[in-house]
């Protein structure tokens, strides 16, 4: 999870003032006696035992703590930090001016969370580089308070400790962490824009390799207890305790707290050493050689090339942490903090870090269930078909406890599916992911078959037969028959039209559209689509499938092309006529990577298949006329002719060769492409190539909106880029406009309208964003 | 858990086997109060006759160059010549045995043709983790009530001092091939393959759950842990077993030990070597054994790993009546139990006491006296502390109160 992240302690007024009623060393004698506990405000519990200060985060009516939430009203952050601090610092000296307090101990009060980070909001409602700055700086002062504290200071960690979470425990001198799937360990600042701004740049540098600290802060990876023992970031491991006579939470918090505390006093009475972390071999030197101005080699060619091959420049926060940590390493730690906050402030401010801030809201919003709970659990799904897609979902599905019926019509075809599954799982237990035992209790979930014999178990088919009508009718009648009255049916169609699928049904209520990508079990997106007739719990049972098989979900009317097929057509299309104008395949691709998407859309459509992409465009075509056109569909037509259907078959547009990895142009598609050869306008350059295709996606992304098919911007968002890659850090089509400007946008389309007629005709809710810069889609 | 009802004293010693084995009893003694009759309606009456063992020694000493049958062979001899029972009258035997020796997979049949029992008696071996030999006995007692035999010998055996340890899969797979190898070519191939280093590591039995992967002694310390059981409670229950154990053998009441003779020993064997009454202060010097450094499980609250075996005779009422033996038990009733195992592997006399005693129709105020076989003092604790716990009653029993 992308997260939450620095900050400040908000209630510590309320700390300072109990502490002050911390006194006296009633009970001391008594080996984990509580001489003294408080509940003071909403954030923090505070307990003396044994002569160690728990301090315990448990926010109440929270699921996660955050490190600081700021209330939205508060508009004075600034002056409520300084005086938060001057506070804190009181307490820090209230508890190191109290001879019964030997060694602190900061825990969380929940058992699978303990801190998230900070509250987003709280940055996104900086309003300029200052006050992000000063936000950083006093997360910065409170965690130098608390690592220059003289007792010894634990972070007992379970569960997530991510961003400040981490920053924190980073801050303490000692780390103990549960031996649990849920506690991860790590900084993912850099997905959202932005780095980590209270010291974890500068200490995790100090604390780790650097060659483990580095990708942990430009990567976001985050490490559980074991693998975070093995790298130096975690001390000690704690195995996690099972249920007992009370629950297995309770258990594994309280010995938690018990071994931190046994630590805390270890610590303070010399019997615990704290392991003196001394960097060994090519790591000592690597270190030592990164922190001299010598070692710039590895900051430049090391890092900064690898980060700029990878974002092609298009992300600053990446650039901004080797800055930061080369700043910290190479002139210390003074010039690195200052640098730190200095870095955080601005990159706080920036259109990326706005835009991947909204995609993160998106994903959370997202993860709610808006139709509500359905009215009975979806517990056996029925997939019919187990080729690329069926065997996808399939795996996706088992791997959440989901029975699935995978039937194909050949034993073939359903051993092959079989094969991609099992091959699939085998990667989750390469990776650590699952035990091979799990695996195995996995893939007992897994009926195949190629008849419909179980079938009337079914609570949902999902159907991913090849996409022709006909074929679709034809098993939408057979199964209707097999299946129980309550079972959904959901077609997996790219671009065929539910309704039109949905005629064949007796029971439309029940019938639906989900629409996975390829390859399922990496990406996150499900659209799932909606005709008229469908029912509200149909979607809801359909949602909570998608949920539960881990997929971002969202729901759309139904259409031609639905959402994220119809954005897509167009500028496919486009990307043909750029073709036919003389840009090579490579040219095209390093020209769309170059704006920032993932894959180059030669690539892609290679990866999609011609004969797919072919299919679609004439679909579309169809029913939206010449709007849709651009590029000649008869050279798609010509290449699905000539066997070129892109990575399947070997040949697309470019060749690939089993082995290797290299993949030249095919040249036959190039003589296709000559047939078809257009002259390039005049003063066309590689820029309005760029922009060609990206008008053309966001405008009828856009006009989805307008037409309804799309219920909200937000949604349109996270479709475009976690469906089809439109660059993260443009935020969506809807976001791009919010921050970039519809108006330079229309007046391109202008240009490109002059030259190539409708297709480039800005919709109306664009031209009025244009009109109106005041008007956005977002609100936050 | 096997359980014998009617029968006072814990006299009876069945070794029960885990991977690392056990010989402490936690004897709990109620005040004796009328006995209810437990026959059963058309079901035979099953009867212990005899009982014996050897000595259990702590791996690795006196008897580490034997081999595991050997040990059952002597018990199987030995219960023959105390009972004066002929062989001719031995209908089946049935040994437990956890980690299996592959030469004698079968070592019940092995250790019996060495004990000249008649060749034409069959003989099967099972295996069911610490409970292996109660289910050689509950295996018996299954035989005799079904009327399928009339006298069964069944037993235990484990052997810590020689634990099979294999080579790895690579290596095994590189030698399974050599053998169909017939060209230079392939040959080298192979002997290349066997350079890498990983295909000399070999590979341990891990005395570890294939489910979880976690080995026994941690999900103990765990499980002392999920019930508050103090290092200190662990070591006196310790040393009290320990203490028990030094009593009985010293008042002469473990009348089921033979004596062991181990060839080139010269004392022969006569008493378990791993009975060692120890203070509560040299106990609490030691450090924990699996989960360190604050785990609260350590060599001396734990039994050994130990090597030995068991033999008893099983018969129907009548056969051992009309033979003129005089049954030293009824064996009534028995129930097996399983849970969750990662978090309650351990916890199964938590589960079996109040379902056998339901199924039995008792109470706790009937049983004279109760005895389980664990290895660890913290585990019996622990299991304690849940059958003490009207919480723990209602939420995994489905009892309403303890």
Redesign the interface.
Known sequence: MAGRFVGVFRQISTVNRSLARVSGDHGLKNFFSTTARMDFGKYLTYTVKDGIAVAKFDEKDAKVNLLVKFDEKDAKVNTLNRGTMAEFQEVYKEITNNPNVKGMVVISGKADCFIAGADINMISDCKNVQEATALSRNGQDMFNNLENMKIPVVAAINGSCLGGGLETALACHYRIAVNSKKTSMGVPEVMLGLLPGAGGTQRLLKLLPFQTAMPMMLTGKAYNAKSGKKIGLVDHVV????????S?NE?TME?LE??AI?TAKGLADGTIKKPVRSKKGLNKYIDMFASSRLGNIFWEKGVKDAVMKQTKGKYPAPLRIIEVAKTGAQQGPRAGYEAEAKAFGELAMTPESKALVGLFNGQTALKKNKFGKPEREVKTLGMLGAGLMGAGIAQVSIDKGIDVILKDVTTQGLSRGEDQIIKGLDTKVQRKKI?S?EKDQVLTHLEPTINYEHFSKCDIIVEAVFEDLKLKHKVVREVEQKIPEHCIFASNTSALPITSIAEASIRPDKFIGMHYFSPVDKMQLLEIITTDKTSQDTAASAVSVGLKQGKVVIVVKDGPGFYTTRILAPTLSEAVRALQEGVSPSKLDSLTRGFGWPVGVATLADEVGIDVAAHVAEDLGKAFGERFGGGNINVLRDMVTAGFLGRKSGKGVYLYQSKSKKRPENTEAKAILDRYKLDPKPGNTDEDVQYRLASRFINEAVMCLQEGILANPMEGDIGAVFGLGFPPFLGGPFRYIDLHGAKQLVDRMKKYHDWYGVAFEPCQLLLDHAKDPSKKFHTR | MAFLSNFPKAALQIQLKSAGARCFASTTTQSSKSKKTLAKPNVRNVVLVEGVRTPFLMSGTDYKDLMPHNLATKTLSGLLKRTGVDKDVIDYVVYGTVIQEVKTSNIAREAMLSAGFKDTTPAHTVTQACISSNQAITTAIGLIAAGQCEAVVAGGVEFMSDVPIRHSRKMRKIMLDSSKAKTTGKKLQLLWKAMSPAVWTPELPAVAEFSTSETMGHSADRLCTAFGITRLAQDEFAMRSHKFAADAIQAGLLTDVLPYKVPKVAEYITKDNGVRPSSLEQMSKLKPAFIKPFGTITAANASFLTDGASACLLMSEEKALSLGLKPKAYLRDFVYVSQDPKDQLLLGPAYATPKVLDKAGLSLADIDVFEYHEAFAGQILANLTALESDEFAKKFLGKSAK
């Open positions: 195995e996690p305790i099972g249920v007992g006579i009370k297995a258990n010995e018990r071994e046994l035990t035992f």
